[in-house]
């Protein structure tokens, strides 16, 4: 099946669960959302922030998976196999998260609105997460953004705001000053 209109089901499938009132919200993250933004790079799985209706609960996955099992789709480990492409569901906590969400743009997938954290948001999660991968993907966006005209796509005012309020700025100064 064509990757695209496996994406795009996908979009479709996620959105049906907000209008059917199974999870509040939702939005892409991590590698999708940093292929979308940037430039394509390796991922295996699509990653997605939620907010859920009834986060006091323990099993805050189980209205998903529940719903998901019902449309027919497996679930593996930690994936949900939706069109054949592996889907995580990631709470949306710390603050950080949650205001990715929140704050998420919604674009045209083809003809479907698809949900996916902002770039500011991408950078401020990128650089609190610290992972390995995730050092190498903010020192090549921010590459990119000093080269190309992406910076149209960036809201440097936004970033800094984001930075301040989830108390990232002087680490994101110190990652800015190490790539020099």
């Known amino acids: ?5 496996q994406m795009e089901k996908v979009i479709k499938v996620l959105n049906s669960l907000v209008e059917d009132e199974i999870i509040q919200d939702y939005a892409i ?5 940093y292929t979308h933004y940037f430039e394509p790079d390796t991922t295996f799985d699509l990653d997605i922030f939620v907010i859920f209706n009834d986060e006091s609960r ?4 189980r209205p ?7 449309l027919g789709y ?3 480990d930690e994936y949900v196999i939706i069109e054949g492409i592996n889907v995580q569901f990631l709470p949306s906590d710390p603050p950080l998260l949650r205001d990715s969400v929140l704050n998420l ?9 698809m949900k996916i954290v902002s770039v500011e948001y991408l950078l401020a999660i990128l650089l609190q997460t610290n992972r390995s991968k995730d050092k190498i993907r903010l020192a090549a966006a921010i590459g990119l953004l000093k080269e190309s005209d992406i910076t149209t796509k960036l809201d440097n005012q936004q970033l800094q705001s984001i930075l301040e309020r989830h108390d990232l700025k002087e680490k994101w100064e110190d990652f800015i000053e190490n790539e020099k």
């Open 58 to 61: 323990i099993e805050v996955l």
């Open 105 to 113: 743009n919604v674009v045209k997938y083809y003809n479907t609105d």
């Open 74 to 76: 497996e679930i593996e």
């Open 1 to 5: 099946m064509d990757w695209d209109l």
């Open 64 to 70: 998903v998976y529940e719903r998901l099992k019902n």
């Open 29 to 33: 993250c991590g590698g999708m959302a």
